[in-house]
Structure formats: structure tokens, C-alpha cells
């Protein structure tokens, strides 16, 4: 009885341990890319107001802004190797990448089967460098939902991430794009908007441990 409930305990510390992710900590001086579309670019704000360049301004972190507007998975992983160039060949470092994909697969109906596989191979190659990945969560397209006040994102990041053992970053675009006054247009932030983003994302780096409280 005795063994029993101690093995109990064990296990409960175990999954209690497990149940997070824990990273290596940045520099403060660190190399970040976040790879994304349109919502990392910052359409829907004015220069410097993008949630890029405030979590590099509230952070020190060097980011670069990788985002295309317009890009599907398809071509953030086209762009991947171009972005890492100078990280294979030794000569800047790449201490972290952030993935912000997929709004626009949905918006053109991208089978979810092909966006499951562009955004893992991302993550596999980034991963293949010993580069450290974020992936953000990207909302289910629902016009209504999106009249209603009322986003989820879609549910392949949390398989996606569970599958490849990938922090995720959850609801920060559901969130702030379920709120009018919070966006410029249907799809995208605006300057209020993008601020929330980098605040909840700070939060959530700074609890999977790449950023000192």
C-alpha cells in the first residue's frame, strides 16, 4: 500500500513536471526571425507599430521581421532556407524562430493536410539546425464567428504542436481579432491591436523560459 502510494506520487510530479515547456533562455542580445504572412509584416498599422518590432524594442532581442503579406505555409517554407542562410554558413546565429503561418491557407482553402505538412517541415528543418521554434496559433476562418465577437484558433497548431513537441502560443490573434476596435479590417490588427499581441506574446515566451521575468 505504502509503495503503491508513493509510486503515485512520483507519477503526479512526473506529469505535473512534463505538463510545461521549458527552453533554453535567450541573450539578451539574441537573434530572432519570426517567419509569418501578413499579421507579422503589420499590415493594418503604421511603420515601427508591428508586434515585431515591439517585442524587439521591449525585449533587446535583434528580430527579423519575416513577413510577407499574402504568404501561405507553402511559401514561408520556400523562404526558409534564404532566412537561415547565414546561420548554416556559421556567420549570424539564429538563436530562436517564431512561425506565424496559415491565415491566408484558410482564407484560400488550402487543404488542412498540406498546411499540416508545410508547417512541420518548417519546424523539422528549423529543429534540424538545433534552432529552437515557436509556433503562434492562427484563428479558424469563421466570418460569423468574426461578427460575433467569438474566435477560435484552428485546432491543427495544438495537434501540430503536440506532435512535435513545439511551444504554441495560443489565442493571442483570436483574441484581439474577435474585438472591432481592435482591428484595421476584417483579418488584420490594428496599432492597438498589434500592442496586445506583443504583450501576450512576451507573456508566453517569458513562460516557456526563452525570456527572463
Known amino acids: ?15 505535473s513536471c512534463d505538463s ?3 527552453f533554453t533562455t535567450l541573450s539578451p542580445n539574441a ?12 499590415t493594418g498599422a503604421a511603420d515601427g507599430e508591428d508586434y515585431v518590432s515591439l517585442l524587439s524594442a521591449d525585449t533587446g532581442w535583434k528580430i527579423t521581421n519575416a513577413g510577407v503579406p499574402g504568404n501561405t505555409s507553402a511559401d514561408g517554407l520556400s523562404r526558409l532556407d534564404g532566412l537561415l542562410a547565414l546561420h ?3 556567420i549570424q546565429k539564429v538563436d530562436l524562430l517564431i512561425v506565424e503561418l496559415g491565415g491566408n491557407d484558410f482564407l484560400k482553402h488550402v487543404p488542412e493536410t498540406e498546411t499540416m505538412r508545410n508547417l512541420n517541415e518548417i519546424l523539422a528543418q528549423t529543429k534540424a539546425r538545433n534552432i529552437q521554434t515557436v509556433l503562434i496559433a492562427i484563428p479558424k476562418f469563421s466570418p460569423i464567428g468574426a461578427a460575433f465577437g467569438n474566435l477560435e484558433d484552428h485546432p491543427l497548431y495544438e495537434r501540430l504542436a503536440d506532435e512535435t513537441n513545439t511551444p504554441l502560443v495560443e489565442s493571442v490573434f483570436s483574441d484581439v481579432l474577435a474585438k472591432n476596435s481592435l482591428k ?3 483579418i488584420h490588427p490594428n496599432a492597438d491591436g498589434y500592442r496586445i499581441v506583443a ?10 523560459g526563452f525570456l527572463k521575468n
Open 88 to 90: 548554416d554558413d556559421g
Open 20 to 22: 510545461g515547456h521549458q
Open 31 to 42: 537573434n530572432v526571425v519570426v517567419l509569418g504572412d501578413s499579421l507579422t509584416y503589420g
Open 199 to 208: 504583450a501576450d506574446l512576451k507573456s508566453a515566451l517569458s513562460d516557456f
Open 184 to 186: 484595421a479590417d476584417p
Open 1 to 15: 500500500m505504502v509503495r503503491r502510494f508513493l509510486l503515485g506520487i512520483i507519477a503526479v510530479l512526473f506529469a
